[in-house]
C-alpha cells in the first residue's frame, strides 16, 4: 500500500484533514492540482475563524500548510481522476500516476462561478478576475467594477477601495447577501459607487477590458468605464470526474452526510466540495477532522 490515507484538495479542509491522520502516526498524501490553499486562500480578511481577530487568507492557509507539512505529510502537484474500490485497498488514479491506499478524503472545495456571457471568456485576463487579492494591485489608482452580493464581493469591493481611485459595486438586487456589518461598511465608503438592481449584460474594449454594459430592472442600459472586473458570483463544485462511481446530487456536490462518508465504504467527502447547509472556514476544517478520525480507525 502506498499510502494509508490520499487526501484529493488542499484547501481548508484537505489540510486540517492531513494534519489530524499524520498526527494519529498515518501515512498521508495529499493531492492538489491547482493552488495550495483553496479559495480561502483568495479572500484579502477572515474576521470570524475562532483564535484569529484578523488575518488574510493567504496567511491562513499558509500556516495550515505549514502546519501539515512539519507533520510530514507528502503534497503531489497532481490531478486526481478516478477513484477506485479495490475490496482491501483503493486506487486513486491521477493525471501522472495511481497511488494505492486504505482510504480517501475527498476535499475539492468548489471553484469560482463565472457570469455566463460571452464577452467574459474574451476578457479573462485582460481585465476579468476572479480574485481582487491576487489582481487588485495591477489597478492601482484605476477604476475598476466588483459584481456579486455576497462576502466574497462585498469583501473584495472594501479592499480594492483602498488600492483603486473608484469601485462599482455591481449587483443583481437591491440588498445583499453577505454578512450585516459588511454591507453597511461597504455602504459608508466614498470610493465605491453602488449599482443596484443591475446585471451586466456586455464588456467592451480593444484588446482590454474598458468599459462595462449594465442594464438595470427597469431595462435602461449605462456604460461603466472600468479597466478592471472582479466576477465575485459564488462558487460551484467540480467533482464530474468521479462521477462514476461516486454519488453527486443534482448540483454536483458529493452527497455525504455530516459523517462525511459517500456511497463508497472508505472514501470520505470533506468541505465544501459535500452536499452541506452551511459553507464556511468553520465548517471546513470541522469535515476535515470528521473525516480524518473517520478514516483513521478503518
Ligand atoms: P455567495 O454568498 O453565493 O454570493 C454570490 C453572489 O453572487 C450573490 O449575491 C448572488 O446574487 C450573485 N450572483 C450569483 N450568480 C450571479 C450571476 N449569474 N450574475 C450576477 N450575480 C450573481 O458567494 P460568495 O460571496 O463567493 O461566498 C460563498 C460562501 O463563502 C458563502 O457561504 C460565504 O459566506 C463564504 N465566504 C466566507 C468568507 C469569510 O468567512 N471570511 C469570505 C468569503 C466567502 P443573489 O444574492 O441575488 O443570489
Same mark, same amino acid.
Given at each position: 500500500?502506498?499510502?494509508?490515507?490520499?487526501?484529493?484538495?488542499?484547501?481548508?479542509? !484537505?489540510?486540517?484533514?492531513?494534519?489530524?491522520?499524520?498526527?494519529?502516526?498515518?501515512? #498521508?498524501?495529499?493531492?492538489?492540482?491547482?493552488?495550495?490553499?483553496?479559495?480561502?486562500?483568495?479572500?484579502?480578511?477572515?474576521?470570524?475563524?475562532?483564535?484569529?481577530?484578523?488575518?488574510?487568507?493567504?496567511?491562513?492557509?499558509?500556516?495550515?500548510?505549514?502546519?501539515?507539512?512539519?507533520? !510530514?505529510?507528502?503534497?503531489?502537484?497532481?490531478?486526481?481522476?478516478?477513484?477506485?474500490?479495490?475490496?482491501?485497498?483503493? =486506487?486513486?488514479?491521477?493525471?501522472? !500516476?495511481?497511488?494505492?491506499?486504505?482510504?480517501?478524503?475527498?476535499?475539492?472545495?468548489?471553484?469560482?462561478?463565472?457570469?455566463?456571457?460571452?464577452?467574459?471568456?474574451?476578457?479573462?485576463?485582460?481585465?476579468?478576475?476572479?480574485?481582487?487579492?491576487?489582481?487588485?494591485?495591477?489597478?492601482?489608482?484605476?477604476?475598476?467594477?466588483?459584481?456579486?452580493?455576497?462576502?466574497?464581493?462585498?469583501?473584495?469591493?472594501?479592499?480594492?477601495?483602498?488600492?483603486?481611485?473608484?469601485?462599482?459595486?455591481?449587483?443583481?438586487?437591491? *440588498?445583499?447577501?453577505?454578512?450585516?456589518?459588511?454591507?453597511?461598511?461597504?455602504?459608508?465608503?466614498?470610493?465605491?459607487?453602488?449599482?443596484?438592481?443591475? #446585471?451586466?449584460?456586455?464588456?467592451?474594449?480593444?484588446?482590454?477590458?474598458?468599459?462595462?454594459?449594465?442594464?438595470?430592472?427597469?431595462?435602461? *442600459?449605462?456604460?461603466?468605464?472600468?479597466? !478592471?472586473?472582479?466576477?465575485?458570483?459564488?462558487?460551484?463544485?467540480?467533482?464530474? *470526474?468521479?462521477?462514476?462511481?461516486?454519488?453527486?446530487?443534482?448540483?454536483?456536490?458529493?452527497?455525504?452526510?455530516?459523517?462525511?462518508?459517500?456511497?463508497?465504504?472508505? #472514501?470520505?467527502?470533506?468541505?465544501?466540495?459535500?452536499?452541506?447547509?452551511?459553507?464556511?472556514? *468553520? =465548517?471546513?476544517?470541522?469535515?476535515?477532522?470528521?473525516?480524518?478520525?473517520?478514516?483513521?480507525?478503518?
Amino acid at each position: 500500500m502506498d499510502y494509508d490515507i490520499v487526501i484529493i484538495g488542499a484547501g481548508t479542509a !484537505g489540510l486540517t484533514a492531513s494534519i489530524y491522520a499524520a498526527r494519529a502516526g498515518k501515512k #498521508v498524501l495529499i493531492l492538489e492540482n491547482e493552488g495550495i490553499g483553496g479559495q480561502i486562500a483568495t479572500s484579502p480578511k477572515v474576521e470570524n475563524y475562532p483564535g484569529f481577530l484578523e488575518i488574510s487568507g493567504m496567511e491562513f492557509s499558509d500556516k495550515l500548510y505549514e502546519q501539515a507539512d512539519a507533520l !510530514g505529510v507528502t503534497l503531489e502537484l497532481d490531478k486526481a481522476e478516478k477513484i477506485t474500490d479495490n475490496g482491501e485497498y483503493k =486506487t486513486v488514479k491521477t493525471e501522472y !500516476g495511481e497511488y494505492s491506499c486504505k482510504a480517501v478524503i475527498i476535499a475539492t472545495g468548489v471553484k469560482h462561478r463565472h457570469l455566463g456571457i460571452d464577452a467574459e471568456e474574451r476578457y479573462m485576463g485582460r481585465g476579468v478576475s476572479y480574485c481582487a487579492v491576487c489582481d487588485g494591485a495591477f489597478y492601482k489608482g484605476q477604476t475598476v467594477a466588483v459584481v456579486g452580493g455576497g462576502n466574497s464581493a462585498v469583501q473584495s469591493a472594501i479592499m480594492l477601495s483602498n488600492i483603486c481611485e473608484k469601485v462599482y459595486l455591481i449587483h443583481r438586487r437591491d *440588498t445583499f447577501r453577505c454578512e450585516n456589518k459588511l454591507s453597511e461598511e461597504v455602504k459608508s465608503i466614498s470610493n465605491i459607487e453602488l449599482v443596484l438592481d443591475s #446585471v451586466i449584460k456586455d464588456l467592451e474594449g480593444e484588446g482590454k477590458l474598458s468599459a462595462i454594459i449594465v442594464e438595470n430592472k427597469a431595462g435602461e *442600459t449605462k456604460k461603466i468605464e472600468a479597466a !478592471g472586473l472582479f466576477v465575485l458570483v459564488g462558487q460551484i463544485p467540480e467533482n464530474s *470526474t468521479f462521477a462514476d462511481t461516486i454519488s453527486l446530487d443534482e448540483s454536483g456536490y458529493i452527497i455525504a452526510g455530516e459523517d462525511c462518508k459517500t456511497n463508497m465504504d472508505g #472514501v470520505f467527502a470533506a468541505g465544501d466540495c459535500r452536499t452541506k447547509a452551511i459553507r464556511q472556514l *468553520t =465548517t471546513a476544517a470541522s469535515d476535515g477532522s470528521v473525516a480524518a478520525l473517520a478514516a483513521c480507525n478503518l
